[in-house]
C-alpha cells in the first residue's frame, strides 16, 4: 500500500506549509502583520467610538446642514478621498527610491511623530483634532497596510506565495483579534491617550521587524525573491515623471488589473454602506457608553471569526480548489446578511452586517485578492497596486457615501436605512461576476509550467 500524502497525515500542513529555511522570513512578516493590524483595530475603535460619541448627541450643522452622527461620519469617509490622493502621490514617489524595509521605516517615523502629537492632545478632543484623529486612523490603514503588501509581494517568489501567504496574512487575522480584544477588555479604564502611546510602541517594534526582514531578503534566504527577482530589468517600465498617475497608466493597460479594480471598487461600494448601516443602527439603539462597548463587542466577534475562518477555511479552499472560489465566498455571505437586515433591522442585525463583510473580508477575501497579484511584474505591486488599494478604494468609499447619503435624506427615520440592503445585494451580484473573471484570468497566466517571469509579462500584456 503506498504512503499517504504529508497533507494528510499531518493536518498542520494545509495551514502551516513552511519549510525551515522559510520560517525566519514568515515569522518576521507574520509579527509585522499582526503588530500592523493591532494597531489598526485598537485607531480605529478609538477613533469610531469619539467621533460617534462627540456628535451623537449634539449632531453636526453644517451650513445648515443637520446631520447626526452616522451621517457626519460619511462626510469624513467623504474626505479621505483627499487624505488617499496625498498617500497615492507620497508612497509612489518614495517608491521609486525606497523599497521594502527602507519604505516601511520611513512610514514608522512619520506615524510615530504623529502620534507623539495625538498623545498630547486626545483627552480634550474638539471638532478639529476629531476630524483630523479620524482622517488619520485611515491614513495609518491605508500606508501601513499598503506598505506590507508590497514588501511582501516584492520578497515572496511566487512559487512559495501559495504557501506562505495564509501563515503569514494569518498574522493580521490574529493582530486584529488581538486588538479588539484588547480594546473590548480595556476599553472603560484606559484613556484615548495611552492607546496612542500604546500604538506608539507597537510601530517601533514594526520597524524592528521590517529591517529584520529586509535584511534577511536581501541575502537571498530561499523562499525569499532576491533583488530584480520578480521583475527583470528588461521588463520593467519606464520610469513615470508622474508618481501620482503611474499607478493608473499601469492599471489602463491591463485588463487583468482591471479586473482587480473591479474587485475591490465593489467590495469598497458594498464595505461603506454595510459599515454606515451598522453605524446607524448602534447609534439608533444605545447612548452613551453603551455605544463604545457595542463597537468593541461587534469589533471581537469580527476578529475571532476572521482567525477561525483563516485557520481552517483559506488555506484549505486556496489550496484545494481554484482561487475563484475563494474570491466568490465574502459577496455570497454579504447578499445572506444584507437580506437578513432589510427583513429584520434589529440591533444585532446590523451589528453583524459588520461582521459578516469585515470576518472574511480580512481572512480569506484579503489572502484571495492578494493571491491575484503574484503573476504581475515589481512595478505592478508597488504602483498598481498603490493605485488600487489607496485611489480606487477611496473613489469607491466616495460613491458609497453619496449613496448613503442620498437614501438618509430621503428616508429620515431610522427604518429607511434597511433599504440599502436592496443596493448591497446588487452590488455583491457585480461582485461575483467579477470575482468569476479575474479568476478564470488568474487560472490562464499562472498556469502550471510557467515561469515566474512569463507570468509577469502575461499579466501586463493581457489585453
Known sequence: MSAAPASSRNPLKAVLDIRRDELPLAAAMFGYFFLVITTFWILKTIKKELFVRFYDQQGLDLLGWSLKAAEAELLAKLLNMLVAAVAVVAFSALSNRFTRHRLTLIFCGFFGLCFLGYAAALDQPGHLLVWSFYLFGDLYSTLMVATFFAFLNDSVEPAAARRLYGPIILGGVGGGAFGSMVVLSHIGEVGRSSWVWISLLITGVVAGLAL????????????????????????????????????????????????????????????????????????????????????????????????????????????????????????????????????????????????????????????????????????????????????????????????????????????????????????????????????????????????????????????
Not at 515623471?241 to 491591463?254: E, I, Q, T
Not at 451589528?351 to 511584474?377: F, G, H, K, M, V
Open 212 to 463: 529584520f526582514a529586509g535584511t534577511l531578503v536581501e541575502r537571498g534566504r530561499t523562499g525569499a525573491a532576491p533583488d530584480g527577482a520578480a521583475a527583470p530589468p528588461a521588463e520593467e517600465a519606464p520610469q513615470d515623471s508622474n508618481p501620482a498617475l503611474a499607478g493608473a497608466r499601469l492599471v489602463r493597460r491591463s485588463s487583468y488589473l482591471l479586473a482587480i479594480v473591479s474587485i475591490v471598487g465593489v467590495y469598497e461600494i458594498i464595505s461603506t454602506i454595510l459599515d454606515f448601516q451598522f453605524t446607524a443602527t448602534v447609534a439608533h439603539y444605545l447612548d452613551g457608553p453603551e455605544i463604545s462597548k457595542q463597537f468593541a463587542r461587534v469589533y471581537t466577534i469580527t476578529n475571532v471569526a476572521a482567525l477561525l475562518v483563516q485557520l481552517c477555511l483559506t488555506s484549505a479552499l486556496m489550496s484545494r480548489f481554484r482561487l475563484t472560489v475563494s474570491l466568490l465566498v465574502t459577496p455570497v455571505a454579504v447578499i445572506a446578511a444584507s437580506g437578513t437586515f432589510l427583513a429584520v433591522p434589529l440591533l444585532w442585525p446590523g451589528s453583524l452586517l459588520s461582521s459578516a463583510d469585515n470576518a472574511l473580508a480580512y481572512s480569506i477575501n484579503q489572502s484571495a485578492r492578494e493571491a491575484l497579484y503574484t503573476p504581475t511584474r515589481r512595478e505592478e505591486k508597488y504602483k498598481a497596486k498603490a493605485f488600487i488599494d489607496m485611489f480606487v478604494q477611496r473613489l469607491a468609499k466616495s460613491v458609497a457615501v453619496g449613496i448613503s447619503l442620498l437614501m438618509s435624506s430621503v428616508f429620515t427615520s431610522f427604518g429607511g436605512i434597511r433599504y440599502l440592503s436592496i443596493f448591497t445585494i446588487a452590488f455583491a451580484s457585480l461582485w461575483v461576476l467579477a470575482a468569476r473573471h479575474a479568476g478564470r484570468r488568474f487560472h490562464q497566466l499562472s498556469g502550471e509550467g510557467e515561469t515566474a517571469g512569463g507570468r509577469g509579462e502575461r499579466g501586463t500584456s493581457a489585453g
